[in-house]
Nanobody, 126 residues
């Protein structure tokens, strides 16, 4: 069992920055990959970024490359999403998720994740 708790969402103007955090508990954090997804009203949940357990490999959706950065601190059991140059289209509920399969190399599908946080709202005003 893994419990995930997101924090750091809020309201920001276009061009601003936010840092989301996701604290994990329940299993050895460094043994599994973590991902961030987002869901805007009326839209499907979409992949944002993922990071392998060691932190050595990261993956991004094309729409966020160069603006959003995923990282993790395994000593603190926490994964982060640094969000810079935010746009109104980044407005969504952001979710972190845990993929417990250590052999998986594909992390962009929501179906491969075993546990999810409750989500945190990010709103970017124009």
């Amino acid at each position: 069992q893994v419990r995930l708790v997101e924090s750091g969402g809020g309201l920001v103007q276009a061009g601003g920055s936010l840092r989301l955090s996701c604290a994990a508990s329940g299993r050895t954090f460094s043994s599994y990959a973590m991902g961030w997804f987002r869901q805007a009203p009326g839209k499907e949940r979409e992949f944002v970024a993922a990071i392998r357990g060691s932190g050595g490999n990261t993956y991004y959706a094309d729409s966020v490359k160069g603006r959003l950065t995923i990282s993790r601190d395994n000593a603190k059991n926490t994964v982060y999403l640094q969000m810079n140059s935010l746009k109104p289209e980044d407005t969504a509920v952001y979710y972190c998720a845990a993929d417990l399969n250590p052999d998986r190399n594909y992390h962009a599908s929501a179906y491969v994740y075993d546990y999810w946080g409750q989500g945190t709202q990010v709103t970017v005003s124009s």
